[in-house]
């Protein structure tokens, strides 16, 4: 039941605010659905928590403990998302950048790339699971291009063009995917539901499961922003409205993650050999090594995070294709606290360039002297993402990196390396930032910081303590992967 | 019908399918363009309703209808209406020269062929052997979209990727599972709608729907 409630309420709000989003308090309105979204989503896990995986609606949809962490963490995260953007949104609009149309727009979209990430999570058909992440990606072309500059436009043709491509050549995965299927369990509806393949993956034709794995880890890989189809990733983070960034890098690389691996225990199932985690760990460190190299560059704080945002893709990619009970373990920890302090940085980070009215990380600075919580918030995020103790992420990376040096010792240097750039180039930037002298006035309001504080407690929380039914909950995840 | 007729002709739409392909690479005026594209649906269509009628798939006859109803009547309409009120029907070089640009369609098609070939041994259906044509005709596309520089022909290039991928699924499997066909009609739909918003974008931002003027985001 809570399920249609989850996909039911976004699906409402969006329609909701499609026709009254242009109202004074759409923001708030926005924010009450997020919050009851998050409200499903917490019923649904402790429904899954007290009675295990279940299918629901004749087949339609499977939830188990691997999706129901992510459906709470999307929820969550866009519940979150939505309080931080009703202030910032609002003081966009003041500024002239958008009109009320747009607000409307903008609210509408919000809703259905929400419900549209909800449904990828929670379907059991790979069919619909591919619709949905194609309904995720155009409800967000449009928000990308939302402030109607002809940068923006170019980085939201470009989201739309790249990713299109990208989804077909995971469709055709599908089809492939169908196609086996079909032999084993015969025609009609029920050859794509998860639970039906995961049963008889082992008797799957591996050389068309093998075409088929390739095909979805490029199409959605694309989504993920693995090198070298990473290039629209930066350009529709830094374009888009910050909220926007937010939920993109916390949310929808997540979500594309998530169909990889679905897809990853079938083909495994059906190959018998680690074809499939050898091409995951070749382009995760690809994808890792490459972002590093090019954070370094950087001029823009917004493209500079969103760099980031592919190099840790790229390790969660890295420790999946690896494998195995710990490095599954690992790499969910990861998702979830990648997801966590990239959105609080995001929000820090759209603050300061409200304040300051660019992205350039040169013109930022100072943001310590004026607003001190802000300046702490960018700069703790910063820290936390960078991996050092006692935040969570310290924690994910040092199990990977520990696993990696056990069962692929050649990449361990590589990694090592890539995150020690990486720290060297974003440290040394983000530090004048905050700590830098500056002319500039204060803001002139209160920065809606109560979501990244709440967002890092809990990465610390996370590096400290991880709760004994979250980590039993990790671990029965980390299982059904094949761990 | 002897069965015989009905598959050959299957595969003389197949055929027309991939010859309109390279028509397509080959075409230098953006309504000639959406033209090649509503007979490429109506070639979709009409090999879709004939596996549909031959084969006793009843499904397919709701796939075939979409295909027409969408790709062949509702899109290149909007088009038209488009380049219409745009005024954008000029000649338009793409960036590799035409010739050279049929060659690597020859090199690609060979490439398909190749790839297609141990699966549509596995396959069933009575139209296995295009499996070879529908991946040609999806890796045309995509050489079209790298090719082209302005908004509509990449857009045209997107939609007849689109076709490739229908037609592969009907060859290989008589068409995806009725729910999914219509999902993905739905999205093709959607998406066709948010393009023309950003179509009249790009126009109102750069007074032009050249997308070389959106060559600003690059790494330096």
Known sequence: MEIYWLLGIPLTGSIFLGL??????????????????????????????????MIVGAGWFFIDSFNVFLVTLTAFVAFTTALFSRPYMRIEAEHGKLNTQRLRLYHSSYQIFIGAMLLALTTNNMGILWVAMEAATLAT???????????????????????????????????LLYFAAEKILGSGGTALLWTH???????????????????????????????????????????????????????????????????????????????????????????????????????????????SSIEHMGLITFAFGMGGAVANFAALLHMTLHSLTKSAIFFTVGHATQKTGTQLMT????????????????????????????????ASEFLIITTAMH???????????????????????????????????????????????????????????IPPYLAVWYRQAAQLLGG | ?????????????????????????????????????????????????????STGQHHLYYSAAITLTLKVIAMPWYFYRIVKKLDVNR??????????????????????????LPISEMSGTVMRSTLGIALATVLLAFLMMITRTKAIPQVIGF??????????????????????????????????????????????????????????????
């Open chain 1, 141 to 175: 072309v449009l928000l990308v291009s939302l402030y109607r500059t002809p940068a923006s436009l170019e980085a939201a043709w470009k989201y739309f063009i790249l990713c299109g491509v990208g989804i077909a050549l995971a469709l055709f995965g599908t089809i």
């Open chain 1, 20 to 53: 009254w989003g242009s109202r004074r308090h759409a923001p708030e309105i926005n924010a009450a659905f997020g919050l009851l979204t998050l409200l499903a989503a917490a019923f649904l896990t402790f429904r899954i928590i007290d009675q295990g995986p």
């Open chain 2, 1 to 53: 019908m002897h069965p015989a007729y009905h598959l050959q002709l299957i595969n003389l739409l197949a055929a027309l399918l991939l010859l309109i392909s390279f028509a397509m690479l080959a075409q230098r005026r953006v309504a000639g363009l959406i033209t090649l594209f509503a007979w490429q649906g109506t070639a979709l269509a009409a090999s879709t309703a004939l596996v549909a009628w």
């Open chain 1, 197 to 307: 393949l995961n049963d008889v993956k082992a008797q799957l034709e591996p050389t068309v499961m093998q075409l088929a794995f390739v095909f979805l880890l490029v199409g959605y890989g694309t989504k993920i922003g693995l090198a070298p189809l990473h290039s629209w990733l930066p350009d529709a983070h830094a374009e888009g409205p910050t909220p926007v960034s937010a939920v993109l890098s916390g949310l929808l690389l997540n979500v594309a993650l998530y169909a990889v691996i679905r897809s990853k225990v079938l083909v495994d199932g059906a190959l018998g050999n680690n074809m499939a985690g050898s091409l995951m760990m070749g382009f995760g460190l690809l994808s890792v090594v490459l972002a590093t190299l090019l954070i370094r560059r950087q001029t823009d704080v917004k493209r500079m995070f969103a760099y």
């Open chain 2, 159 to 220: 939609l007849a990727m689109e076709n490739g991928l229908f037609f592969a699924a009907t060859s290989a499997t008589y068409g995806m599972p009725l729910v999914v066909e219509l999902g993905v009609a739905l999205d093709v739909l959607v998406a066709v709608f948010v393009l023309g918003i950003f179509i009249f974008q790009i126009r109102e931002t750069f007074d032009s729907l050249d997308l070389k003027h959106m060559e600003k985001l690059k790494e330096r």
């Open chain 1, 407 to 465: 069962e692929q010792p050649w990449a361990t240097p590589l990694l090592l390396l890539a995150l020690g750039v990486a720290f060297a180039s974003i440290f040394g930037k983000v530090q004048p930032m905050v700590f830098g002298e500056t002319e500039l006035p204060k803001l002139p309001y209160q920065p809606a910081l109560t979501p990244v504080f709440l967002h890092l407690g809990l990465v610390l929380m996370l590096g400290l303590y």
């Open chain 1, 363 to 394: 013109d930022i600075r100072g943001l310590i002297k004026t607003n001190p919580t802000l300046g702490w918030g960018l700069m703790l995020g910063t820290v936390a993402i960078l991996g050092m103790p006692p935040f969570g992420v310290f």
């Open chain 2, 91 to 116: 000649v338009v070089e793409p960036m590799i020269n035409i010739p050279t640009t049929m060659l690597i369609g020859i090199v690609l098609v060979i490439f398909s062929f190749n790839l297609a």
